[in-house]
């Protein structure tokens, strides 16, 4: 921990760190006071409908208040029951704010002093130099961060808790303990009170704006901008890759990727995205497209383009995705190229459908029709299903169901809220802060475009995945029944290529590298540094991150772990290496225009565009 630098001013500020700047520029308060009642006039109507419409809201993304409640009741009447662990923790505070107190006082005498807690090493909150350098706002920060250890160590300690209780308990109050951090608030962070100062008010002002318009593009709601939605467009300058849409059903476009190789493998590579988001997160842009990497390096790509779905498909079941979704495309394929089997990938909830598809190809004798398959951050496996099982529970579930059949579907903005949950400080407070507070406006950024461009979830899919695989486990226990056969994943053969991420928050990889035990045939396991996006989109070129593979099989990831040999860069030439295998020798490219399949339109198609 950095010890103090230099001498303090008596305000504790380094010397000049508190004079006046000259460059500052004084606002008319006529103008000024002219553009706050106007937004003072657009903004009232607009809260009041806010707050309307949160009312008659049952929950926040998948939700349910009064359940929440009923867990933060239960930690309490188990607290009541212990009181002298509550008073041990009161205590320990209590030591640490007096050892605060003590060091903060030394620092406004402008002796040396130890901080009592420091942030981690990746919280990007207090990043400003001010809440080290001014004694006030390190007080702050310190105060704070002991308040939310001590929070959640209270939490976490609780005993004679159920485990869903207690991981439901956990996270929520993690989700206050983010809110409530003082660099959310206007008076209690440096950079917004130094912003204020050197703007005269211009950036609350500008940042009232952006919150209204927020307000208004919601419809009353909050939809928080991440990024500047008018800097892409998608077919423009996102999603580029060349290709056609090939065939189409209800659920999907297919598309083909134009080649750009002297020839290319003979078995083709089918894309299976999942539906939770658009595909184009895997063709972003030129430098960090997968899939123009990938037809780069000779494959025939087809990738499945998922319909937003509306109130006309709300009946669409999971296995309705499997037999207009990977089995409709395989046999387009095969009309299209000749070819009777492919390489398949299936990414996150593409890679659980992939895995029902293979069972039931093997159970029916068709399991040729793949030749080898590549589970991108996939659980098949949902005894550890990470943070979302947070949300799964049978009140929960059926309060779901009941806002659901409603419409037909689950709103887009409520899956995105969902997921936004599970990282609060990177993808909502963060956006408060720069919009907010600052008055800025989001930075162009790709992911974050893709991030934002949300999709719906049709009813019956939907309960009967969060049912089925979610809160009963039953694809893993060979329980679930799709087309009339039995989904036993034990009964795959076929080789596999396993990536997961050592940081996912939605598929972690110790619950993915469950289906290494489940799998029958050849099964290489790789393990890629940072998230579920982010370390999955990590094109070569970039150099980021890094990988672990071990050619060795191990009973538990932990054990994997501990063998395993750690590589630099991108896990995508792995891959392209052990998918080499598959490619069925060499041929001529395929020109998607030129195929006995009728091209509908180009690539990224319509289906894509439909928003949510």
Same mark, same amino acid.
């Given at each position: 921990?950095?010890?103090?630098?230099?001498?303090?001013?008596?305000?504790?500020?380094?010397?000049?760190?508190?004079?006046? &700047?000259?460059?500052?520029?004084?606002?008319?308060?006529?103008?000024?006071?002219?553009?706050?009642?106007?937004?003072?006039?657009?903004?009232?109507?607009?809260?009041?409908?806010?707050?309307?419409?949160?009312?008659?809201?049952?929950?926040?993304?998948?939700?349910?208040?009064?359940?929440?409640?009923?867990?933060?009741?239960?930690?309490?009447?188990?607290?009541?029951? &212990?009181?002298?662990?509550?008073?041990?923790?009161?205590?320990?505070?209590?030591?640490?704010?007096?050892? *605060?107190?003590?060091?903060?006082?030394?620092?406004?005498?402008?002796?040396?002093?130890?901080?009592?807690?420091?942030?981690?090493?990746?919280?990007?909150?207090?990043?400003?130099?001010?809440?080290?350098?001014?004694?006030?706002?390190?007080?702050?920060?310190?105060?704070?961060?002991?308040?939310?250890?001590?929070?959640?160590?209270?939490?976490? &300690?609780?005993?004679?808790?159920?485990?869903?209780?207690?991981?439901?308990?956990?996270?929520?109050?993690?989700?206050?303990?983010?809110?409530?951090?003082?660099?959310?608030?206007?008076?209690?962070?440096?950079?917004?009170?130094?912003?204020?100062?050197?703007?005269?008010?211009?950036?609350?002002?500008?940042?009232?704006?952006?919150?209204?318009?927020?307000?208004?593009?919601?419809?009353?709601?909050?939809?928080?901008?991440?990024?500047?939605?008018?800097?892409?467009?998608?077919?423009? &300058?996102?999603?580029?890759?060349?290709?056609?849409?090939?065939?189409?059903?209800?659920?999907?476009?297919?598309?083909?990727?134009?080649?750009?190789?002297?020839?290319?493998?003979?078995?083709?590579?089918?894309?299976?995205?999942?539906?939770?988001?658009?595909?184009?997160?895997?063709?972003?842009?030129?430098?960090?497209?997968?899939?123009?990497?990938?037809?780069?390096?000779?494959?025939?790509?087809?990738?499945?383009?998922?319909?937003?779905?509306?109130?006309?498909?709300?009946?669409?079941?999971?296995?309705?995705?499997?037999?207009?979704?990977?089995?409709?495309?395989?046999?387009?394929?095969?009309?299209?190229?000749?070819?009777?089997?492919?390489?398949?990938?299936?990414?996150?909830?593409?890679?659980?459908?992939?895995?029902?598809?293979?069972?039931?190809?093997?159970?029916?004798?068709?399991?040729?029709?793949?030749?080898?398959?590549?589970?991108?951050?996939?659980?098949?496996?949902?005894?550890?299903?990470?943070?979302?099982?947070?949300?799964?529970?049978?009140?929960?579930?059926?309060?779901?169901?009941?806002?659901?059949?409603?419409?037909?579907?689950?709103?887009?903005?409520?899956?995105?809220?969902?997921?936004?949950?599970?990282?609060?400080?990177?993808?909502?407070?963060?956006?408060?802060?720069?919009?907010?507070?600052?008055?800025?406006?989001?930075?162009?950024?790709? *992911?974050?475009?893709?991030?934002?461009?949300?999709?719906?979830?049709?009813?019956?899919?939907?309960?009967?995945?969060?049912?089925?695989?979610?809160?009963?486990?039953?694809?893993?226990?060979?329980?679930?029944?799709?087309?009339?056969?039995?989904?036993?994943?034990?009964?795959?053969?076929?080789?596999?290529?396993?990536?997961?991420?050592?940081?996912?928050?939605?598929?972690?990889?110790?619950?993915?590298?469950?289906?290494?035990?489940?799998?029958?045939?050849?099964?290489?396991?790789?393990?890629?540094?940072?998230?579920?996006?982010?370390?999955?989109?990590?094109?070569?070129?970039?150099?980021?991150?890094?990988?672990?593979?071990?050619?060795?099989?191990?009973?538990?990831?932990?054990?994997?772990?501990?063998?395993?040999?750690?590589?630099?860069?991108?896990?995508?030439?792995?891959?392209?290496?052990?998918?080499?295998?598959?490619?069925?020798?060499?041929?001529?490219?395929?020109?998607?225009?030129?195929?006995?399949?009728?091209?509908?339109?180009?690539?990224?198609?319509?289906?894509?565009?439909?928003?949510?």
């Amino acid at each position: 921990m950095a010890k103090e630098k230099g001498t303090r001013a008596p305000g504790g500020e380094k010397p000049g760190a508190s004079q006046a &700047n000259p460059d500052v520029k004084i606002p008319d308060p006529v103008e000024l006071a002219r553009t706050m009642g106007h937004i003072a006039e657009r903004s009232q109507k607009l809260v009041a409908e806010f707050l309307r419409r949160q009312s008659q809201k049952p929950g926040m993304g998948m939700a349910v208040p009064m359940n929440v409640g009923q867990a933060f009741f239960d930690m309490t009447a188990r607290l009541m029951a &212990n009181p002298a662990q509550l008073v041990q923790a009161q205590l320990s505070l209590w030591q640490d704010y007096m050892a *605060l107190w003590q060091s903060t006082t030394r620092r406004m005498l402008g002796q040396p002093a130890q901080p009592v807690i420091a942030p981690a090493a990746e919280d990007r909150r207090f990043k400003d130099t001010a809440w080290d350098d001014s004694y006030v706002f390190d007080y702050i920060k310190q105060s704070y961060l002991l308040a939310a250890r001590w929070m959640q160590g209270v939490v976490r &300690n609780t005993e004679g808790l159920d485990d869903k209780t207690a991981r439901k308990v956990d996270f929520y109050t993690r989700q206050f303990v983010d809110a409530i951090a003082p660099s959310n608030f206007a008076v209690t962070n440096p950079e917004v009170v130094r912003a204020t100062l050197e703007s005269g008010g211009e950036n609350l002002v500008k940042g009232l704006q952006n919150l209204l318009g927020d307000l208004e593009r919601g419809d009353g709601r909050l939809m928080i901008r991440m990024t500047d939605d008018t800097a892409f467009k998608v077919g423009t &300058n996102i999603a580029v890759t060349p290709g056609k849409v090939v065939f189409q059903t209800p659920l999907m476009q297919l598309i083909q990727y134009a080649p750009t190789t002297p020839t290319v493998a003979k078995r083709p590579l089918l894309v299976i995205p999942p539906w939770i988001n658009k595909f184009y997160i895997l063709d972003l842009r030129e430098k960090n497209s997968f899939i123009r990497w990938a037809v780069s390096q000779g494959h025939t790509v087809f990738v499945v383009s998922w319909v937003n779905p509306d109130e006309e498909l709300s009946g669409k079941a999971f296995e309705d995705y499997m037999v207009e979704g990977p089995l409709a495309a395989l046999d387009a394929i095969e009309r299209q190229t000749g070819e009777k089997d492919c390489n398949v990938i299936g990414y996150c909830l593409g890679g659980t459908l992939l895995a029902c598809t293979l069972a039931h190809l093997a159970a029916t004798g068709r399991e040729d029709r793949i030749a080898s398959a590549t589970f991108l951050t996939t659980m098949v496996d949902f005894t550890e299903a990470g943070e979302l099982g947070v949300f799964i529970d049978e009140e929960q579930l059926a309060a779901l169901e009941e806002r659901m059949n409603e419409k037909g579907y689950l709103e887009g903005a409520d899956m995105a809220t969902t997921f936004n949950m599970l990282r609060a400080n990177d993808l909502i407070w963060s956006f408060v802060v720069n919009n907010y507070l600052l008055g800025k406006d989001p930075f162009p950024f790709d *992911l974050l475009y893709w991030n934002s461009d949300s999709t719906r979830m049709p009813a019956a899919m939907h309960s009967f995945y969060l049912r089925a695989m979610y809160q009963e486990n039953r694809l893993a226990t060979g329980d679930i029944e799709l087309l009339g056969t039995r989904i036993d994943l034990t009964r795959i053969r076929t080789p596999s290529f396993l990536l997961s991420t050592r940081e996912d928050h939605i598929a972690p990889w110790k619950s993915t590298f469950a289906a290494t035990r489940l799998y029958r045939g050849p099964v290489r396991f790789v393990l890629a540094a940072s998230g579920h996006i982010a370390g999955v989109v990590n094109p070569p070129a970039a150099g980021k991150y890094g990988y672990w593979t071990n050619e060795k099989k191990a009973r538990t990831p932990e054990a994997w772990l501990e063998g395993a040999r750690q590589h630099d860069g991108s896990w995508w030439p792995e891959w392209h290496r052990w998918a080499s295998d598959f490619s069925g020798g060499q041929t001529q490219p395929r020109d998607p225009a030129a195929g006995p399949l009728k091209p509908i339109e180009d690539a990224p198609g319509s289906f894509v565009a439909r928003r949510a």
